[in-house]
Structure formats: structure tokens, C-alpha cells
Nanobody, 116 residues
Framework: VQLVESGGGLVQPGGSLRLSCAAS????????MSWYRQAPGKERKFVAS????????NYADSVKGRFTISRDNAKNTVYLQMNSLKPEDTAVYYC??????????WGRGTQVTVSA
């Protein structure tokens, strides 16, 4: 089982980034997928989630209207499009796969830094 995040980096306030999370070793299309983030010295927090088919999404209030989660089951990949980035979005971003009742896996994360 492997989840590999990519696409992080340094961006100026107001800029955009698209994160990707490539999955392997499990049936991606049967898992709900989520993005979480963890800022330095803080707890990991929920950012966004998407259902198995991609028909349902959910967002943290802090990112609504700025971030968009999507998935491509043919490519075993989930994305997070981040627009209008703010310094407070700076964090390590992690993807997570879940299939109830007993499967869950985390990626290792990708750093996003928003700074002038």
C-alpha cells in the first residue's frame, strides 16, 4: 500500500498549487479519499474529502471556495487544487485513503509554503 503526494512548494500569497496523491497497492476506486494538513507545532487537521465515485465532496470552512478536491479513478490519483493561497495555508499536506470498516492509509506528505 502506498500513497505518494507531490506538487508542493513555495508560492506567493494569492498564488495557486495543485497537489497530487498517487495510490498503489490497493483498490483505489473503493476508497474515500481525503486531504489533511499539519502546520508546525499544530495538530493535523481535515482539509477536504471526496467519495469513491467523486460525486460527493466536503471541505473545511477555512478552504471553502478556494480549494477543490477531485479524483481520477483510472489513474489512481486524487488531486487538491489550491487557489488564492494564504500564509496560513502553510503546512505539510497529507492524503488519506479510507475504506470502512478496517482499511486506512496515510501518505508521507508534501510541504506547502505560502510566503512573499
Amino acid at each position: 500500500v502506498q500513497l505518494v503526494e507531490s506538487g508542493g512548494g513555495l508560492v506567493q500569497p494569492g498564488g495557486s498549487l495543485r497537489l497530487s496523491c498517487a495510490a498503489s497497492g490497493f483498490t483505489f476506486s473503493s476508497c474515500g479519499m481525503s486531504w489533511y494538513r499539519q502546520a508546525p507545532g499544530k495538530e493535523r487537521k481535515f482539509v477536504a474529502s471526496i467519495t469513491t465515485s467523486g460525486g460527493g465532496t466536503n471541505y473545511a470552512d477555512s478552504v471553502k471556495g478556494r480549494f477543490t478536491i477531485s479524483r481520477d479513478n483510472a489513474k489512481n490519483t486524487v488531486y487538491l487544487q489550491m487557489n488564492s493561497l494564504k500564509p496560513e495555508d502553510t503546512a505539510v499536506y497529507y492524503c488519506r485513503a479510507v475504506r470502512l470498516p478496517d482499511f486506512g492509509s496515510w501518505g508521507r506528505g508534501t510541504q506547502v509554503t505560502v510566503s512573499a
